[in-house]
């Protein structure tokens, strides 16, 4: 095995907050009522006791499946992050609409290194059409905040990022050029992505193609990176953790939580478990471990289906980013 004999993660994924403003078309959590993750927010003693618990992490993405900007405690962590030299990254994706000018001000403020803000359109009426309940110039306006911000501070940081999910709703040529258009107004990177709803058939999937850069000329399946299912290498790259400390493994799970709580057991024994290094093994073509909750998983099942698994070479580059 290429593993060392400790196993560490510098890199985790803590989510801050599983509630949510908006009721977004597809939304996964909220169609299945938050899956078992339940509805709530990091504490602050629980994210201090964490870095206190785990030195060894220095970089944590806390945006995952619900509004970073709903937990109260916020601005508080990233304070003490910044203190502490732990990178934090809104990277995931937030919706932006509802956050206070101080919050706005702290993302510059503590150095958070990346925030994506997920905008699908580039007009109210495009944008609330999937973004239920969201303000399309409210979201726009508090990008140009963060921005005078920037400016106040000097600061590069945070990156700006658009994530623009292509669906049905807002994939016109005019709605994506103008989308481009706005993101470069904003300094702002746009990223193009395709939806989560494999029913979804382009009405000129070439014109698209050349736009956004993904590929809609065949059939592949949206959850892929060159055909092969990806979630799975988060177990290496950035484990997942839940609000309240149960282990999730990867960002795309949130029906069935390890039996295991982070906070209390910690993110090293936890990753040199026989349970975590069994479920790997299995990640990456071997043994089935019933004891996992992988081995239920629609994407582990795709996977083993097609014998193309998680690649050894695949996690040691990204173990380097």
């Known amino acids: 095995m290429f593993f060392r004999k400790k196993v560490y993660a510098s890199k985790v994924r803590l989510e801050a907050s599983t509630l949510c403003n908006l009721n977004c078309r597809d939304c996964y959590m909220r169609l299945n009522h938050f899956g078992n993750v339940g509805a709530g927010y990091l504490k602050l003693e629980n994210f201090v006791s964490f870095l206190d618990k785990n030195p060894f992490v220095r970089e944590i993405e806390l945006s995952n499946s619900g509004e970073v900007f709903l937990n109260p405690d916020l601005l508080d962590i990233l304070k003490i992050a910044y203190e502490r030299g732990v990178n934090i990254y809104l990277a995931n994706g937030v919706n932006l609409n509802k956050v206070s000018d101080e919050m706005l001000e702290g993302l510059v403020k503590y150095g958070v290194k990346v925030v994506l803000v997920s905008i699908d ?3 109210q009426e495009t944008y609330v059409k999937y973004r239920r309940g969201g303000n399309f110039d409210t979201v726009i306006n508090n990008i ?6 920037k400016k106040k501070y000097n600061s590069i940081l945070p990156i700006m990022q658009w994530q623009y999910i292509v669906m049905d709703t807002n994939d016109s040529e005019e ?13 702002c990177t746009v990223w193009f992505k395709k939806t989560w709803n494999d029913k979804y058939k382009p009405k000129n999937p070439e014109i698209l193609s050349k736009l956004t850069g993904l590929n809609f000329s065949d059939d592949e399946v949206v959850y892929t990176d060159n055909k092969r299912l990806v979630p799975c290498a988060d177990l290496w790259k950035c484990p997942q953790i839940n609000w309240d400390g149960r282990f999730l493994a990867c960002c795309a799970n949130f029906k069935d939580p390890f039996d295991v709580n982070v906070f209390e057991v910690g993110l090293e024994k936890l990753l040199n478990s026989k349970l975590i290094k069994d479920t790997k093994k299995m990640l990456m073509g071997g043994k089935v ?9 629609y994407f582990y099942k795709k996977m083993a289906e097609s014998k193309n698994f998680v690649k050894k070479d695949e996690i040691i580059n990204q173990w380097k980013k």
């Open 144 to 149: 140009k905040k963060i921005n005078e911000y």
């Open 121 to 123: 359109g580039a007009s």
């Open 175 to 187: 709605e994506i050029l103008r989308a481009k258009e706005i993101a470069k107004s904003l300094d």
């Open 289 to 297: 471990c019933k004891d996992s909750p992988c081995c239920n998983c």
